[in-house]
């Protein structure tokens, strides 16, 4: 419930007070994310869906609005993204990285959700878009924004939310997934990044590891070496 994490969203924001700064990759905290998810069903359900998408993949805007059924894999639970809106057209991904993106729990009981919603029984072999506007169009970028500008300023508004960029959630997820000690490269791949670009933004957060030098440690010497006549130079 909305009312429990309070406490915690709000020591975040005074932790983090300035969101718009240019070139921002912030993340949420979990209980922010979860948060806006918890507030955008209560009061604008209709987006709801394509916000668990993000926050559950990590995948670019425009992926989540050309996303169709037929690259949906329920039973596989994953997600083959190999098409992007960018610019209004829907085209290639960014640099042109087709990749796979796991499922969820929480992400598959929305997808199914939406399945039996639109009574599309066979979901895997539908070329339909999976997330629509609440007209049941294609959902503008635009439009999409707005809606999010009225989600974020509200739940900063009454929840004190960081009111970040829709694009945070992808720097949640991947934040999420360093921290819990994935490994980079795999998220560099999911999110359809290089290496070089996960440890130049988000080095801060990877986990500090004791490199442990052991190995190289001189082993005890046993009496029978202890014989042996040292060795001269030369």
């Given at each position: ?6 406490a915690s ?5 005074r ?6 700064r240019?070139e ?37 805007l425009g ?14 639970r994953?997600?083959h ?13 960014k ?8 499922i ?14 639109r ?8 070329p ?5 506007s ?37 720097h ?46 001189r082993?005890?010497i ?6 042996l006549?040292p060795?001269?130079?030369?």
């Amino acid at each position: 419930p909305i009312p429990r994490i309070m406490a915690s969203v709000a020591e975040s924001a005074r932790a983090h007070p300035n969101p718009n700064r240019a070139e921002s990759r912030d993340a949420w905290t979990l209980e922010e994310a979860w948060c806006l998810l918890e507030f955008a069903k209560c009061h604008e359900p209709k987006w709801y869906p394509i916000l668990m998408f993000y926050f559950q993949t990590g995948a670019r805007l425009g992926e989540g609005l050309a996303l169709r059924w037929d690259s949906v894999d329920l039973f596989g639970r994953n997600i083959h993204l190999r098409r992007a809106v960018a610019a209004g057209e829907e085209g290639e991904p960014k640099w042109g990285k087709h990749r796979h993106v796991p499922i969820s729990d929480e992400l598959l009981e929305v997808l199914k959700w939406l399945a039996r919603r639109r009574r599309i029984s066979e979901p895997w072999k539908s070329p339909e878009l999976v997330f629509l506007s609440p007209r049941g169009k294609q959902i503008l970028k635009r439009v999409l924004q707005r809606a999010w500008e009225r989600i974020r300023s509200r739940a900063h508004t009454d929840h004190g939310v960081r009111p970040l960029p829709l694009h945070s959630f992808r720097h949640t997820w991947v934040t999420m997934m360093l921290r819990d000690g994935q490994d980079p490269q795999w998220v560099a791949a999911t999110v359809g990044d290089s290496l070089e670009v996960i440890y130049k933004y988000y080095s801060h957060v990877l986990p500090s590891r004791h490199r442990d030098l052991s190995a190289l440690r001189r082993a005890p010497i046993s009496p029978e070496a202890s014989a042996l006549q040292p060795l001269r130079a030369g």
